[in-house]
């Protein structure tokens, strides 16, 4: 189904605006007026889930570090991270951010919104944690030294599977990256086979097709994803993603892997893979904005949240995350969690990619939107496009050397032409729009819009040229 630019747009411009309208909803429902009146009510700035957050606010609020810094309430308050800057800036009290991954927190510090962290309780808990895993950096420093952000916990990003559906269909069970766009997999269709989300509502699945494009190289990464999306169905989420794999809508699901621990818990049959060498461990930040009123209130988050006992949140079989403190296992709840514990040296181990945080962050916003421009609107088209030509290689109208040109042709960088010049997505190019795909509402309907006419006439044609072959 070919959907028009101006429905499109329409469509985004109510999204950003219920993401907004969200982000003060929480601001007004979240607080308590006595408290407001008694103490220190503190906001934070988050992408964590509602059951992480629950168990956060109360876990410190009746710690000492609440108590001693006076803090009675805590307001989360939630908004995509594209109106993360937007949200600080409209509501100008905001103290914390928590969450979200590196490139939230690296596109604040760049553009000024965080406050060095020199507490001494703080720098002393930021010590235990090493400054980097993997390649990966946990804590991000401003040119003087001094500390921008520190992560709260790791994650690594993998494939989550249901071992009987897989059964049930004959697929093989999923190892890498490139096996979720194996033509294998298109014997499903139109069923879907891989749940994944659309970028522009996920950070951890757009971190995915960073780690992809990095993985394979550019022009290679979006051909993978074009057969991984071919293979499956854009969600509205990551939450969304992994919902359709626990309603049997799907057999796989790519996800954090706090989502993969969790549905192994839950579910008999769900495994979570870390496509060996393919991975990356990502630490995630808190921060201290410049628009805080109370510091002392908010470094006691910062520092409950960096001490063992505010780890401890992360062991909870409802959240199932990774620390980054490794003393937590030491502790009562530490030794009842072996999983997590045998998670985290399995992933230590598991070095993957040579992920460059800096190219990611240069094309995160121009990326996320060419990836639905081109991977999810038109989605009805690849699919038909991607079904035609995995018939034509299963009947032997054409060889396999054929059907990999055609792959490649499926999901090379889209080319167009701008005043007489042909353009084509490159990294490059993506790092030039980005800030202004960011920033200029009007520029990036404009260029989605071309992006995705130009991907629905590829397909369109790739589908004509084998039915009539």
């Known amino acids: 189904m070919h959907v028009r630019p101006r429905v499109v747009a329409a469509l985004a411009l109510v999204a950003l605006l219920a993401a907004a309208a969200s982000a003060l909803w929480l601001v007004r429902e979240g607080g308590n007026s006595e408290h407001q009146e008694e103490g220190v009510v503190l906001h ?33 308050i939630k908004p995509n991270p594209a109106l993360w800057k937007d949200t600080i800036d409209r509501l100008g009290y905001l103290d914390v951010a928590w969450g979200g991954g590196p490139t939230a927190h690296n596109i604040l510090a760049d553009d000024g919104y965080l406050l060095p962290i020199e507490d001494e309780v703080v720098l002393t ?28 916990s790791m994650s690594s990003f993998g494939i989550i599977v249901n071992e009987p559906m897989l059964e049930e269909y004959g697929l ?57 999306a ?54 995630d930040p808190v921060s201290l904005l410049r628009t805080c009123r109370n510091r002392e209130a908010a470094l006691a988050f910062i520092r409950w949240i960096l001490s063992v006992d505010g780890q401890k949140i992360w062991l909870d079989r409802r959240v199932n995350r990774l620390p980054v403190r490794t003393e937590v296992f030491d502790t009562p709840e530490g030794r009842e969690r072996p999983d ?11 070095v993957g990619i040579r992920f460059n945080e800096t190219r990611a962050r240069a094309t995160y916003f121009a990326t996320a939107y060419y990836f639905d421009a081109v991977l ?7 699919v038909s496009a991607w079904s035609a030509m995995v018939k034509a290689l299963g009947s032997g109208r054409i060889s396999r050397e054929e059907f990999e040109e055609l792959w490649w042709e499926l999901g090379r960088p889209i080319s167009w032409e701008e005043n007489g010049t042909v353009l084509t997505f490159t990294e490059e190019y993506a790092a030039s729009v980005n800030r202004r795909m960011r920033d200029d509402p009007t520029f990036a309907s404009k260029m989605t819009s071309i992006w995705r006419e130009a991907a629905q006439r590829r397909y369109e044609e790739i589908a004509a040229r084998l039915s009539g072959g």
Request: a negative charge; proline letters at 6%.
């Open 125 to 152: 808990e930021a010590s235990s944690i090493p400054d980097s895993v993997g390649g990966m950096p946990l804590k991000r420093f401003d040119s003087r030294g001094r500390l921008l952000w520190v992560a709260t």
């Open 376 to 382: 999810c609107d038109p989605h009805d088209a690849l």
């Open 230 to 283: 071919a293979n499956g169905r854009p969600y509205g989420g990551s939450v969304e993603a992994l919902s359709a794999l626990e309603a049997g809508e799907v057999p796989i699901a790519i996800g954090i892997d706090f989502y993969g621990y969790t549905a192994q818990i839950e579910r008999p049959g769900v495994r979570y893979v870390v496509p060996y060498n393919e991975s990356i461990v990502g630490g």
């Open 340 to 350: 997590l514990k045998a998670a985290q040296e399995m992933i230590l181990g598991n």
């Open 172 to 228: 093989p069970s999923p190892r890498l990256w490139e096996d979720l766009a194996s033509p294998e997999l298109a014997k499903l269709l139109p069923k879907p086979a891989v749940a994944f989300s659309r970028s522009t509502q996920s950070g951890s699945h757009t971190r995915i097709y960073q780690i992809i494009l990095q993985k394979f190289g550019w022009d290679r990464g979006w051909v993978v994803l074009t057969g991984i």
């Open 44 to 76: 934070i700035l988050t992408r964590h889930d509602a059951t992480t957050l629950m168990i956060a606010r109360e876990a410190f609020l009746s710690s000492t570090f609440a108590r001693e810094a006076g803090v009675t309430d805590v307001v989360f």
